[in-house]
């Protein structure tokens, strides 16, 4: 049962333009988002980060936005770029089952493509 | 300086065989992990150690054992191959609860 949900394997964009990456999930208990990218034949490498009690966290060209009501979270480029053409994942974590072991949960991540 | 580094990058057997993978972080973390990517893409938690105590340990055939020598590494070791443990398998570390992983760049693991 997967309590991160990435609905959309790809993604396409063109350079310059806004690239939106969405994520769901099911535990309200998850309090701490990620998002990591990952190129071909690399380890996943983090990206940025939101804590529950912030609606948006910003770091350049990237942006999170996180609605706990609706339990979604995405991840916005602007501008993209041809070098941010990866896997982006997204995962959360939080007090899960009585567990504070900081376990993070993945989805199965969106392919970005952005072209010229 | 490679952060955290696993070995071998690529790994093929055959059905059968016993086979280890290393990892090892030069971090000073107190907590690594073994991470399984299947076919479908979904990363999984397998194993999580902190400072040589395992502390994680989901639902893993008894086919795969960790080891902790130290805090720095933690290996893999996989008896019995079978065909389903195809995969990609990354090592992570980090220093602490809801800090940010670091991965290692996966071993693809090919089971013939």
């Known amino acids: 049962d997967q309590q991160v949900k990435q609905n959309s394997p790809s993604l396409s964009v063109q350079e310059g333009r806004i690239s939106i990456l969405n994520c769901d999930y099911t535990?309200?208990?998850?309090?701490?988002f990620l998002w990591y990218k990952k190129y071909p034949a690399e380890g996943p490498t983090f990206l940025i980060s939101?804590?529950?009690?912030?609606d948006k966290n910003e770091d350049g060209r990237f942006t999170v936005f996180l609605n706990k009501s609706a339990k979604h979270l995405s991840l916005h480029i602007v501008p993209s770029q041809p070098g941010d053409s990866a896997v982006y994942f997204c995962a959360a974590t939080g007090n899960v089952g009585g567990s504070t072991l900081g376990r993070l949960y993945f989805g199965r991540g969106t392919q970005l493509t952005v072209w010229p | 300086d490679t952060a955290v580094s696993q070995t071998p990058k690529y790994l093929v057997t055959q059905m059968g065989n016993d086979k280890s993978i290393k990892c090892e972080q030069n971090l000073g973390h107190d907590t690594m992990y073994w991470y399984k990517q299947d076919s479908k893409k979904f990363l999984k938690i397998m194993f999580s150690?902190?400072?040589?105590?395992?502390?994680i340990n989901e639902t893993v055939p008894n086919r795969f054992s960790p080891k902790s020598p130290d805090k720095a590494h933690l290996n893999l070791h996989i008896n019995s191959l079978e065909l389903g443990d195809s995969a990609v398998y990354f090592c992570?570390?980090?220093?602490?609860?809801?800090?940010?992983?670091?991965f290692g760049s996966g071993t693809q693991l090919s089971v013939l």
């Open positions: 992570a570390s980090r220093l602490q609860v809801n800090e940010k992983l670091f």
């Open positions: 939101i804590s529950s009690i912030k």
């Open positions: 150690y902190n400072n040589k105590e395992l502390i």
């Open positions: 535990n309200s208990m998850f309090d701490y």
